[in-house]
Antibody, heavy 120, light 110 residues
Framework: EVQLVESGGGLVQPGGSLRLSCAAS????????MHWVRQAPGKGLEYVAG????????YYANSVKGRFTISGDNSKTTLYLQMGSLRAEDMAVYYC?????????????WGQGTTVTVSS | QSVLTQPPSVSEAPRQRVTISCSGS????????VNWYQQLPGKAPKLLIY???LLPSGISDRFSGSKSGTSASLAISGLQSEDEADYYC???????????FGGGTKLTVL
């Protein structure tokens, strides 16, 4: 079964750091583009970051550029999001998502989400 | 303010047909595929339509997508109560180099 399971969310103080993980199974992880999308409480979906298949390219929303880093470990078939200098506006449910091959950037598999709370 | 513009809400009676619009620009919808997602309350989003008008395996053919220029639409026919959800359009943006989402449309089945 193709599956994504996020972990690592929690409560962090403003200015703090957190690393999210997304464990992938049931498909050849290294070949697929992978992404992070977040959703603040009561708000819509917001793209956060992405990494191309084989990890050659990375993409970041302007709102997180320079603060967040996306990476993947093919040996562990796990996607990561290292988040730093966290702000109140980063508080959200963070989803990892697999993208279809090709240029559609359609996210066909999503995890269940992990919640990040930024508060003092 | 989302890059793609959707109506905040739509409503229609059961068994009827509803359309949800998504407006963008030449840097996103006008030059890239449009994808649609359904998000049921408390759940992760689910891919509904990809590459403008293609249905993923397992998605009912009551859902259909179309695109013209810098706008796209999602149509749902034979509305059912279980279709009540938030719907999002999305597309790659060549200027921002990221995926951009619409603000989402809440569908109410009366």
């Amino acid at each position: 079964e193709v599956q994504l399971v996020e972990s690592g969310g929690g409560l962090v103080q403003p200015g703090g750091s957190l690393r999210l993980s997304c464990a992938a199974s049931g498909f050849t992880f290294r070949t697929y583009p992978m992404h992070w999308v977040r959703q603040a409480p009561g708000k819509g979906l917001e793209y956060v970051a992405g990494i191309s298949g084989y990890g050659g390219l990375t993409y970041y929303a302007n709102s997180v550029k320079g603060r967040f880093t996306i990476s993947g470990d093919n040996s562990k078939t796990t996607l990561y999001l290292q988040m730093g200098s966290l702000r109140a506006e980063d508080m959200a449910v963070y989803y990892c998502a697999r993208a279809l091959m090709g240029a559609t950037r359609a996210f066909d598999i999503w995890g269940q989400g992990t919640t990040v709370t930024v508060s003092s | 303010q989302s890059v793609l513009t959707q109506p905040p809400s739509v409503s229609e009676a059961p068994r009827q047909r509803v359309t949800i619009s998504c407006s963008g620009s030449s840097s996103n919808i006008g030059n890239n595929a449009v994808n649609w997602y359904q998000q049921l309350p408390g759940k992760a989003p689910k891919l509904l339509i990809y590459y403008d008008d293609l249905l993923p395996s397992g998605i009912s053919d009551r859902f259909s997508g179309s695109k013209s220029g810098t706008s796209a639409s999602l149509a749902i026919s034979g509305l059912q109560s279980e279709d009540e959800a938030d719907y999002y359009c999305a597309s790659w943006d060549d200027s921002l180099n990221v995926v951009v989402f619409g603000g989402g449309t809440k569908l109410t089945v009366l």
